[in-house]
Structure formats: C-alpha cells, structure tokens
C-alpha cells in the first residue's frame, strides 16, 4: 500500500534568484520605462493578485474553475489513468485539488516553483489531502526545461498545468520558448492542460484589470512599494497612477504605471527623470484566439488535441501533445 509523505523530498536545482537591484536599474534606464510583472509577487503583492481574484469584474479565476469542474470528466478520459502531474507554478490549491481529484488514479504530483517557502507551503497542502498522490516538488524556475522526478509508481505520462492564464503575462517570444521547454518537460508521450483568457468584450477586458474596489491598482503599484523597500528607492507612491488599457494590435492588456508629475526618482545614488504623464510598462495580460494559439503551439511543436471553453467563451482550456 502506498503511503502519506508528510515530508516530501524536495529536488532543488537551486535557480539564480532573480537580481531586482539591476533589473530595475536597467528597466528604468530603458526608453520606454519597463519593470518585469513577475516582481509584482511578493508577500504583499501575492495577497493583493489573491484579493484580486475575488473582484466581480476579474471573473478570470471563477470561470477557469468551473470549467474545470464541468469539463472534469472529459479531462479525464483524454489523459487516462496514471498521470504525473507536473505543475507550473505552485498555483492555487483549488485548482490543482480539482485535477488531482478528477483524474484517474494520478501517481504523483510535482509542482514547479522558484520560491522554496511558496513551494513546500503548497506541497504540504496537497499531501494531506491526497495521500496516494506521491508528492514531488522542484524548486526551479519553470521558463525553462524541468527534469521531472521519477515517482515510485511508473507514470503512464507526464501531464503539465499551466491554468490562470498565467502564459499571457509573457510575449510572444517569451511564450513561443517557454511553450518549447514544456514540450521537452512533458516527453515523449507527455500532455500539458492550459488555461487561456480569451478575447471577449473590450469594456470587460478592461474592467477586470480596473475594478472598481481599486485592488488591482494597488496591485501594480505595491511594485513601487516594493522597490522602496527593498531598495530604498524613493517613489512617492501618490505621484504615479495604475493604467490598463487593451491594445487591440497586440490582444493584450497593458498595464503601466504613469507618472501624474514630471519628478525625480533616486535609487541607489541614481537619478531617473520622468516627465508628466511618462509611463513604466509593467505587465501585458494577452488575450487568445484560436488562430493566435495554435499557431504559437505549432512554433513550438505541439498541437492543441482537445478545447473547452467556458459559456461564452469567456475563457478555454486547451490540451497540448507533442
Ligand atoms: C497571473 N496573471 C495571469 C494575472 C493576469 O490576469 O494577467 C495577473 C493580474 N494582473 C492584474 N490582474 C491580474
């Protein structure tokens, strides 16, 4: 009989931790002012993207999870018995309790994440609910190529997630390589199950990055908060403005913080000049189609083999195969 693992061996490939200290430098030395998205998550950031969850316009996260729910049986039937989960990203619990639950007799799970206190918090979770799953986390960054644990059950296939949409906050470069190390990440035979945002209403495209509660404001400009802190930079928080719009050229929403002001910035003995109404990009949530994705899947050499999509389209899940 198989047993509970409480304590669940972690493979730690020891990722680089990001530099924030010359990111941010360079990002801000760069014409148009940029700052990557993925600092958006620290403690505080990942509260606020959790709060934002629950705003009535950012109806992204409910969605995907009732089409899980609804389109569970299927999932199931296309995947087969004896799965290894791999997941990108630690993600959200309710998510991931959906897919272990519904899949036939999955043999492991392992979640893929850069943060080790983000990972084992998450690991730990899962492994009291699903005793029989072994659990396997890598503490990697998951943009690239994952070595995924052998379990002690022999895995019929490797099966990534990848839900929220998480896949448009990169370009399409960025999503053609990460879509590649996937492919290698799942092998031979291997399968990954993504959820995309897909295009719909520009008015509520745009509103769920604009609730009105004003959480995702804070969201982006917590980014700020962040490099006071960290880096002892000194923005004044009231002086920039959250900006989402959607770029019909690019299907995306982009997201900048905007200076109200012209003002000087200092971090670390630098000076960085804005001008009134300069903007920092800082995050692009893109939009499908299904034209636009399977083309991006075919450039990485994977096809999409099954599609559900929530009541008016509002959101899809896609199966991916070598
Ligand atoms: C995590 N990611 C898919 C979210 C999105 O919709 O782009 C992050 C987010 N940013 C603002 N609201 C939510």
Redesign the pocket.
Known sequence: PRTAHATPALLDLRPTPDDLRSDVIAGLSASPKTLS?KY?YDERGSQL?EA?TRQPE?D?TRTEIALLQQAMPSIRAAVGAEAHVVELGSGSARKTQLLLDGLDAPVAYTPVEISREMLLDATARLAEAFPDVQMLPVCADFTRPVPVPRAWMPAARTLLFFP???L??FDEAQSVELLRAMCETMGEGGMALLGL?LVKDVADMEA??NDAAGV?AE??LNLLARLNRELGADFDLDGFVHRARWSAANSR?E?SIVSRRAQLVRIDGRVFVFDAGEPIHV?I?HKYTDDYFDAIAARAGLRVTRRWNAPADRFGLRLLER
Do not use: P, R
Request: negative net charge.
């Open positions: 998205s958006f993207f934002i950012y992204l929220g949409s998480t448009g906050n945002d769920a990055y995702t969201f982006t929403i997201t995050e949530s």
